[in-house]
Structure formats: structure tokens, C-alpha cells
Nanobody, 122 residues
Framework: QVQLVESGGGLVQAGGSLRLSCAASGRTFSGYAMGWFRQAPGKEREFVVAISGSGGRTYYSDSAKGRFTISRDNAKNTVYLQMNSLKPEDTAVYYC???????????????WGQGTQVTVSS
């Protein structure tokens, strides 16, 4: 069993930055691909970014490319999402997810965090 706890959300003005963190329990963190997803009101949950267990491979949605960076520290069992140049359309609840293996999608995730709210004002 893996428990995921997100933190770092909040209110920021357009153009600002936030760094989200997702702390995971368990001793085999490096064996899990990690991802960030988001869900805005009235919309489906969507993929944002993902990273392999070793951190050697990363995957970005078109909306995240050039603005967001995913990273992980396996010694701290934590994955990070650095978000720069935020836009009002980035407003959503952000969730981290884990899957044993090399990649995680919304459909394949084994574990989910409770989510953290990100609100970007114009």
C-alpha cells in the first residue's frame, strides 16, 4: 500500500509560480512511476506530467511543456511539480498518482493522493 500526500497548492496571480510536492509512504518508491493530474470544475481529470521510477524519463502534456517541470527525490520519497508562468486556465485540483512500472496514466494509476487546490487569478 502506498499513501500519497500532496502539498504546495494555493492562490497565485497569473504569471506566478508554485511548487507542488507529493510525499509517498513505502520503501519501494523508486519502483513507481509518478504523475500529476488535474481536474477543473465541470471537467474530466487530465494528465499533466509523469516521471519514471528512476527519474530518467519524463512525459509532458502540451499544456505543461515549457512551463512545468516534474522531478523526484527517491531518497525523500517525494515528487515535485514546479509550475511557472501560471495561467488562469491552470486552475484546478492537482492530484499525484503512482503506478508500479515505468509510466502512469489516469486509467492505470494504482494510488492517488487527496489533491491540492491551485487557483490562478487573472
Amino acid at each position: 500500500q502506498v499513501q500519497l500526500v500532496e502539498s504546495g497548492g494555493g492562490l497565485v496571480q497569473a504569471g506566478g509560480s508554485l511548487r507542488l510536492s507529493c510525499a509517498a509512504s513505502g520503501r519501494t518508491f523508486s519502483g513507481y512511476a509518478m504523475g500529476w493530474f488535474r481536474q477543473a470544475p465541470g471537467k474530466e481529470r487530465e494528465f499533466v506530467v509523469a516521471i519514471s521510477g528512476s527519474g530518467g524519463r519524463t512525459y509532458y502534456s502540451d499544456s505543461a511543456k515549457g512551463r512545468f517541470t516534474i522531478s523526484r527525490d527517491n531518497a525523500k520519497n517525494t515528487v515535485y511539480l514546479q509550475m511557472n508562468s501560471l495561467k488562469p486556465e491552470d486552475t484546478a485540483v492537482y492530484y499525484c498518482a503512482a503506478r508500479s512500472g515505468s509510466y502512469v496514466s489516469a486509467q492505470s494509476a494504482d494510488y492517488w493522493g487527496q489533491g491540492t487546490q491551485v487557483t490562478v487569478s487573472s
